[in-house]
């Protein structure tokens, strides 16, 4: 089985090394996200997985660079493809947006222009990286895309509003228009939130399928642990703007270290297992200015320590592949 | 209609059209009519008038209005009311359209890209409108025709000067909206130039604020114009223009009323007709309001 230890040889797509991303208010910068570093290989999938408020979506739109004032990116590096995306001026930023990096989000309902066509919304992103196509070669390529992502009756959807869609077609085209410039990474910020779970399921076969077919390299980004189950290769589970643990996706869902990704499995309703109630995390993250010191879970922690509340545990790497943050891993030892 | 077929249209109401939900309120149908009636009597007045609208008949001097073959009168010259105003609307319809054009039109442009580029941009620019606010437009008027003349050139920069800063601050408020949604950000992740973005995705969705505003501010245009033209600053005699006939037709208020006054209420309903079908605009464009 293939993991980040046994391909050393090939340079993974992306490569985020201590990134920190924050926004600026009265009370000082405010981190979103703090010194993340991950990898996603070509053509596989990287869940990142947490609650709300956990710096997922800031992550992702960190990596596009489009991260709104007042926050920007004040430190590391986003390595893409052998470039460092962080040193590249905004017009060659803005030439891989869309046709290196795509990124699909979370609300389809909204992340569609209301006043314009369907077709006249992907042939426009076409047109973004290939100015000089003709108004015909465009709306083919465009038609090819609807029907790739098996949208019914494509020519007729070309000239329809986003109003005249369903969610989940309303997905699938903003889906069609990302893979129409065939990026070579594609980020999904929880793509399947707001759709009902058949067509969550659809949607998600869509991607894995697509991925098979163009190779492309997926960020999912989302809190339900099904879709991860699903989709990822790698997992990183993310808290108060860290990486608290990192492993292959059947790993983590066998061997769970840290205790937020423990109770995090352990909310999950299973039909495997006989279970009176649910394991609920106590309390909520915390808000980013008010952080608490040490290890950024402790207060929530069934096992924190002492040492928990004043040293920040770094990611350490337990097995081959399989990386946590926090002091008492691994926890069979503390449980035992 | 067979049950089947009301069943389906209840299941399926159609939104109606915009023409049609401005119709459904009589004021605005009678605005649009108006509005319409205008436009059309304005363009094709070389066809409707009677004579030429300098033609003077001095045997016709002021004769009232109902006089044989002079249904509004004639004015001091001898020359058919009917035919002034005609030609009159014309080109006060003109000046409007061209200051709201040009006004309206840079006012959008610095409006978006205050909204746009607000980190740079929205402080000198909508600055810069609250000066331009702070002149009141008869003034603007006055020293724009003492710099130019007056003319119908001057009342139109004047009334485009005064109306940029307008249009610029509605401009920017709609488009700030648009801009916190999530389909400018879908765009920007497309790898959208800002014209583009600006041009296809900002604007479009900012449209209904500024028809609405534009065609509330061509009456006020008009009227504006109108006010510059009767102190003098605008058309110059013997052009025919609405306010510049009320103001010739001033000296003789007493012994001819319907020289200055028949333009005065043509003003009336233009500048009425225009507001009442731009609120009625907004009514219809605005969703929330829409029931």
């Known amino acids: ?336 | 209609m067979s049950a089947t077929q009301e069943a389906a249209e209840v299941a399926m109401p159609e939104r109606p059209g915009l023409l049609a939900r401005l119709l459904r309120e009589p004021a605005a149908a009678l605005s649009l009519f108006l509005v319409v009636a205008l436009l059309l009597a304005a363009i094709c007045a070389p066809l409707l008038a009677p004579t030429d609208p300098y033609d003077n008949d001095l045997t016709k001097v002021m004769q009232p209005p109902g006089s044989p073959g002079l249904p509004l009168g004639a004015d001091a010259q001898g020359r058919d009311m009917v035919t002034r105003l005609l030609y009159g609307l014309r080109v006060s319809l003109l000046m409007g359209f061209v200051a709201v054009l040009i006004g309206g039109g840079l006012g959008a442009v610095l409006g978006f890209l205050a909204a746009f580029y607000q980190r740079w941009l929205d402080g000198p620019i909508m600055r810069l409108v609250d000066i331009m606010l702070s002149f009141p437009a008869i003034l603007v008027g006055l020293a724009i025709a003492a710099i130019f003349g007056p003319g119908i050139f001057s009342v139109v920069l004047a009334l485009s000067v005064a109306t940029i800063p307008l249009m610029a601050r509605i401009v920017r408020g709609s488009a700030l909206v648009v801009m916190r949604l999530d389909y400018i950000e879908a765009a920007r992740a497309t790898g959208m130039t800002d014209a583009r973005l600006i041009w296809r995705h900002l604007a479009p969705n900012c449209l209904s604020a500024i028809f609405v505003f534009a065609t509330l501010r061509f009456g006020q245009v008009i009227l504006l114009g109108s006010a510059l033209s009767f102190l003098g600053l605008g058309a110059q005699p013997p052009v025919p223009e609405l306010g510049a006939m009320a103001s010739e037709g001033r000296n003789f208020l007493f012994f001819a009323p319907h020289i200055a006054v028949v333009p005065c209420i043509l003003i009336f309903i233009v500048v009425l007709a225009f507001n009442i079908l731009g609120d009625a605009l907004r009514d219809a464009l605005d969703p929330r309001l829409r029931l």
Not at chain 1, 49 to 70: F, I, N, T
Not at chain 1, 138 to 143: E, G, P, V, W
């Open chain 1, 1 to 336: 089985m293939a993991s980040l230890t046994d391909m050393p040889e090939t340079p993974p797509l992306l490569r985020i090394e201590g990134l920190r991303t924050v926004f600026r208010s009265m009370a000082g910068d405010i981190p979103a996200v703090d010194g993340v570093d991950i990898e996603v290989p070509k053509g596989r999938t990287l869940g990142i997985v947490g609650e709300s408020g956990c710096g997922k979506s800031v992550l992702s739109l960190s990596v596009m660079r489009l991260v709104a004032r007042p926050g920007r990116i004040a430190a590391g590096r986003i390595m893409f493809d052998g470039r460092d995306l962080l040193a590249l001026d905004e017009a060659s930023m803005r030439g891989m947006r869309g046709a290196d990096l795509a990124m699909i989000f979370q609300e389809p309902l909204t992340s569609l222009n209301p006043v314009h066509k369907i077709g006249f919304q992907i042939t426009e992103a076409m047109r973004a990286h290939d100015p000089k196509a003709s108004a015909q070669v465009l709306k083919a390529r465009a038609i090819a895309a609807l029907k790739r992502v098996r949208i019914p009756a494509p020519e007729r959807r070309f000239d329809e509003y986003p109003h005249q869609l369903s969610g989940g077609m309303r997905q699938r085209v903003m889906i069609a228009m990302v893979l129409s410039c065939q990026p070579k990474l594609l980020i999904a910020d929880e793509p399947t939130t707001a759709l009902d779970v058949t067509i969550q399921a659809q949607i998600l076969d869509l991607l894995r399928e697509l991925q098979g077919e163009f190779g492309m390299s997926i960020i999912l980004i989302t809190h339900d642990l099904g879709v991860i189950a699903e989709m990822a290769d790698e997992v990183a589970v993310m808290y108060a703007g860290r990486i608290v643990e990192r492993a292959s996706a059947s790993r983590l869902f066998e061997d769970p270290q840290h205790p937020y990704t423990i109770g995090l499995l352990g909310s999950v309703p299973r039909l495997d297992e006989e279970r009176e109630t649910l394991l609920a995390i106590e309390g909520s993250v915390p808000p980013p200015f008010a952080l608490p010191a040490g290890c950024r879970f402790h207060p929530r922690c069934p096992f924190a320590e002492d040492a928990c509340t004043k040293e920040v545990p770094a990611l350490k790497s337990i097995q081959p592949g399989h990386a946590v943050a926090c002091l008492r891993a691994p926890i069979e030892a503390v449980v035992a």
